[in-house]
């Protein structure tokens, strides 16, 4: 139901840092939650973390004082920073985002993140 759009991935080695962002088209009184999924070859995709409207966040356990989620509110973006990163964050992530007028859940392309020993 909202276009949204990516960036930020790319090759890091072990230990370093990367800063995703999703930029949605709607503005954000209309969106209930956003956040990012990842998925690697032959592994289920797996919530990494979520904020909603009121700046609830949830991170999967892997990622808990690692990755942070935040907002922006005057732009309807999330980003993701994503700090220690091991070659097990190395996967597609995946932007989705839950509009207020709509059960269809909105999804990005994806940015690859890949993180060498």
């Known amino acids: 139901q909202v276009q949204l759009v990516e960036s930020g991935g790319g090759l890091v080695q072990a230990g370093g840092s990367l800063r995703l962002s999703c930029a949605a088209s709607?503005?954000?009184?209309?969106?209930?939650?956003m956040g990012w999924y990842r998925q690697a070859p032959g592994k289920q995709r797996e919530l990494v973390a979520g904020i909603t409207s009121d700046g609830s966040t949830v991170y999967t356990d892997s990622v808990k004082g690692r990755f942070t989620i935040s907002r922006d509110n005057k732009k309807s973006t999330v980003s993701l920073q994503m700090n220690s990163l091991n070659p097990e964050d190395t996967g597609v992530y995946l932007c989705?985002?839950?509009?207020?007028?709509?059960?269809?859940?909105?999804w990005g392309q994806g940015t690859r993140v890949t993180v060498s020993s």
């Open positions: 989705y985002a839950d509009v207020t007028y709509s059960r269809s859940r909105s």
């Open positions: 709607e503005i954000l009184d209309n969106i209930r939650g």
